[in-house]
């Protein structure tokens, strides 16, 4: 990947799903072997091209739309299932936005550097995100040359469908959702052996990072001293867990079932027991293509829900591994991704399986409510964790609804579900979700994330 990636200019590089075959290829090899003849979706799951003008029933075309076109990066995680059933479906189109590019991005990094660039410069207007990455482009903390991009978080994609995975070496030592304080000896020695734990996520700063982060301190290990913590591509993690160059990562689904079935490793806990019907993966767009095209975001926002109702139905997830799973977006076997989208999960390591559809990737509804509505508490949460974990200066906390309020534009959103149909007892009547509580017992108020990070016993701050 590294090699790879330097054959490029950052300004420049963009995967789309028409022309994909190395993300494809870089997909597949951390998938594992090939999948045999018959295996893959094949004719029934492959999907033509990645930008389509499609024909749809019972149009509801915005009059006055800017415009027709957008381009829109993801990663071939089920965290973007939305997104491409919105295009193939024809939900997108429904509300006359028929030109809309969904782009395959190599990884966290390219899609941050499309984004820069703009899809007029031949990157992306916004796409796929793991929070709080919307704002930390914002403020130019993670862009060339630290300049600020105003971007605006629109939507929720999902919730959970992340797990904590371990290498197979560390079986019968105890790792799971808590550990007791022989589990907790055994991590710490590793670091004193000099062969210290090494736990990866695919971006840093973010979700996979701070999820990695609460189940380790939650459990007595501080990350930042008891264990090396590592940034590893996406399309490399398994691999890497596979050769031993790591003994843990935050992964989100197809991984999971690969990780067991081929005895890689286990999962230690999924996300959703961490923090059940906690927010995944946001919707954000150039703050200026939105104010641009106010009607246009409109409209994409309003596609975007109807295909996240659809996710949602039972009897539609077998057409939709049918069509995620295609060559023009994960190219990987349809089989791999049954599981989860039931919420199925062989966990390892004689832990007992999960089965429960609840517990899997969920885009619309789940058991305290919407998915799709961005709540600016969650937001708050995601900045809280990152002045716990010094990502952040502690001062970001005394201006936090200025700053959430800037980059949060669920009234977007609101419009959006109206224009869809979406009922009243739909629409959050608040922007906050209420207090959050965690398997370890800690709660997050919204209303006082100070008390919050008083609370928490490993921290930087």
Same mark, same amino acid.
């Given at each position: ?17 028409g ?16 999948p045999?003849?018959?295996? #893959?979706?094949?004719?029934d ?8 003008v ?8 915005v ?7 957008? #381009? ?5 995680i ?5 997104? &491409?059933?919105?295009q193939e479906k ?7 936005? #028929?030109e ?7 990884n ?11 899809s ?5 207007d916004?796409?796929?995100?793991q929070m ?25 994609? %999902? ?6 995975? !371990? ?10 959702l ?7 000896d ?5 670091k004193?052996a000099?062969?210290?734990?090494k736990?990866?996520?695919t971006?840093?700063?973010? %979700? ?13 290990? %501080? ?32 991984w999971p ?24 993966e ?8 939105v104010?641009k ?6 409209a994409?926002?309003a596609?975007? !829900?109807?295909?996240?109702?659809w996710?949602?139905?039972?009897e ?5 591994v049918a069509?995620?799973s ?10 791999v991704?049954?599981p ?8 390892g390591?004689?832990?007992?399986d ?6 899997g990737?969920?885009y619309w509804?789940?058991? &305290? ?9 969650h ?28 980059? %949060?534009?669920?009234?977007i959103w609101?419009k959006a ?9 739909d ?10 509580k ?6 997050f ?12 016993? !490993?921290?930087?701050?």
């Amino acid at each position: 990947m590294t090699k790879f990636s330097e054959q490029f200019s950052r300004r420049k590089f963009i995967v789309t799903a028409g022309a994909s075959a190395v993300s494809s290829i870089l997909l597949k090899g951390c998938l594992g072997n090939p999948p045999e003849p018959g295996a #893959t979706a094949g004719a029934d799951g492959e999907i033509p091209a990645a930008t389509s003008v499609v024909a749809v029933a019972n149009e509801k075309r915005v009059e006055g739309i800017e415009s027709t076109k957008i #381009t829109l990066g993801y990663i071939p995680i089920v965290e973007a299932a939305s997104l &491409i059933i919105a295009q193939e479906k024809g939900f997108f189109a429904k509300y006359g936005m #028929t030109e809309v590019t969904i782009a395959k991005q190599a990884n966290w990094g390219s899609a941050r550097d499309n984004v820069e660039i703009g899809s007029a410069g031949g990157g992306i207007d916004g796409g796929q995100w793991q929070m709080p990455m919307p704002y930390l482009i914002s403020k130019g903390l993670i862009t060339k040359n630290s300049i600020q991009i105003p971007m605006y978080v629109l939507a929720q994609l %999902n919730t959970q469908g992340n797990g904590i995975a !371990i290498a197979a070496k560390h079986q019968g030592k105890g790792l799971g959702l808590k550990l007791d304080q022989a589990a907790q000896d055994y991590i710490k020695g590793l670091k004193q052996a000099g062969t210290p734990f090494k736990a990866a996520y695919t971006f840093p700063k973010v %979700n996979q990072d701070l999820w990695i982060r609460y189940w380790l301190a939650a459990n007595g290990i %501080n990350p930042d001293a008891d264990v090396e913590l590592l940034t590893v591509p996406a399309a490399q993690t398994v691999a890497n867990m596979k050769t031993g160059s790591m003994d843990g990562f935050s992964t989100g689904d197809p991984w999971p079932l690969r990780i067991v079935k081929e005895k890689i490793g286990f999962m230690a806990a999924l996300t959703a027991e961490i923090w059940k019907a906690h927010p995944e993966e946001y919707l954000a767009i150039r703050g200026d293509w939105v104010d641009k095209h106010p009607k246009a975001t409109e409209a994409l926002l309003a596609g975007l !829900i109807e295909a996240q109702q659809w996710c949602d139905k039972p009897e539609n997830r077998a057409e939709l591994v049918a069509i995620v799973s295609g060559k023009s977006f994960f190219d990987v076997p349809a089989q791999v991704l049954t599981p989860p989208y039931a919420g199925k999960y062989a966990m390892g390591d004689g832990k007992p399986d999960i089965s429960d559809f609840k517990m899997g990737p969920l885009y619309w509804k789940d058991d &305290i409510g919407n998915v799709s509505y961005p709540y600016k508490s969650h937001d708050l949460w995601f900045i809280t964790e990152s002045v716990r974990w010094g990502f952040l200066p502690t001062k970001t906390l005394s201006d936090k609804k200025t700053l959430i309020d800037k980059v %949060n534009r669920a009234d977007i959103w609101k419009k959006a579900a109206k224009l869809a149909g979406v009922a009243d007892t739909d629409i959050p009547k608040s922007t906050s979700r209420g207090p959050e509580k965690f398997f370890d017992g800690i709660e997050f108020n919204p209303e006082n994330p100070e008390a919050y990070l008083k609370s928490l016993a !490993i921290k930087k701050v």
